[in-house]
Structure formats: C-alpha cells, structure tokens
Nanobody
Framework: QLIESGGGLVHSGGSLRLSCAAS????????MAWFRQAQGKGREFLAA????????NYADSVKGRFTISRDNAENVGYLQMSSLRPEDTAVYYC??????????????????WGLGTQVTVSS
C-alpha cells in the first residue's frame, strides 16, 4: 500500500528527495515514518510525522540534515535528505500506521510498509 521512489546514487554532500505514495487509501489517515536498513544492520528509525497535527520527530543521526513532510492533497509523503554521507547508504522504507502511536520510532508499531528504495552515497 506504500510505494517509495526517488532513491539513487549521489555523491557525498549531495541531496535526494524520497517520495512515499499511498494506494489505494489516502495517506491522510496514516501516521507516517521513514526508516532505513544498511546491509548487515537492523532497521533504523529516521523521522516520523503525525497525521493529525503534522508534528515531526527525528533521529539524532539525521536531525538538521533530513526533513520529513507530507502533502495530503497529493497523497504523498516526502523525505528530503541533504548533506548526505557514505554512511547514509541503505535501503530506505516508508511506513504507516492507522493508530496513534505512543512511540513513532519503533518499527514494530507500523502496519504498512513499502518495499524500499536504495540510496547509495559515494565518497
């Protein structure tokens, strides 16, 4: 139900914008988040945004470099990434939940996931 796009290869210091489209339901109903998983590592929380208030929260590792947003009219969520580093290389996933989550940083709390999009940052 969630489809990510926008990944690719970028040089260190560059920027990318990832998109997350919801189908067939509207994204408006979801609390939404972005996670990533680097090869050989666990899934890492990056950022979340509430459906009701638009309040956001970020992992310390990306705070100030990544921005999560949503366009409910277009039914799309975004993750704007800047100042990318080689250690940002991973598969990036968007996630959604129909419920108000007490902890938006826990992957296990989300019912809906995309298949992921690869981001590779070269040094």
């Amino acid at each position: 139900q969630l489809i990510e796009s926008g990944g690719g290869l970028v040089h260190s210091g560059g920027s990318l914008r990832l998109s997350c489209a919801a189908s067939p339901r509207t994204l408006y109903s979801y609390d939404m988040a972005w996670f990533r998983q680097a090869q050989g590592k666990g899934r890492e929380f990056l950022a979340a945004i509430r459906s009701s208030t638009g309040i956001t929260n970020y992992a310390d590792s990306v705070k100030g470099r990544f921005t999560i947003s949503r366009d409910n009219a277009e039914n799309v969520g975004y993750l704007q990434m800047s100042s990318l580093r080689p250690e940002d290389t991973a598969v990036y996933y968007c996630a959604g939940s129909d419920y108000f989550l007490n902890d938006t940083s826990r992957a296990v709390n989300y019912e809906y996931w995309g298949l992921g999009t690869q981001v590779t940052v070269s040094s």
